[in-house]
């Protein structure tokens, strides 16, 4: 069963919540890690770090960024470029 099944009966059952989260913001900074990811602190003032140091964004302060909710739980950080990642949330 696809997650988007499953999402589908949860919602219709009252065990998740409907509606998708979805933050747009813009990078207010960007910041390497010591083990190659990144760390981005939105205009919101919410920090998010990425999963894996796979790729290269090329993102920059005052990129325009719009975050979701993934597959399974994950959340994924997308630039108006089309590249992205998967993020954790920090603060």
């Not at 099944?5 to 065990?15: C, P, Q, S, V, W």
């Not at 894996?52 to 470029?81: C, F, N």
Request: glycine share 10%; charged share 25%; aromatic share 6%.
């Amino acid at each position: 069963m696809s997650e988007h099944t499953i999402a589908e009966r949860e919602g219709t059952a009252g065990t998740r919540a409907t509606g998708a989260i979805k933050i747009e913001a813009h990078i207010a900074r960007v910041a390497p890690e010591a083990d190659g990811r990144f760390a981005f602190t939105l205009d919101n003032e919410q920090v998010w770090r990425q999963l894996s140091a796979e790729g290269d964004l090329l993102a920059r302060q005052g990129d325009a960024v719009t975050i979701s909710h993934g597959l399974l739980g994950s959340y994924w950080l997308q630039m108006k470029s089309g590249r992205g990642c998967k993020v954790t949330r920090l603060r």
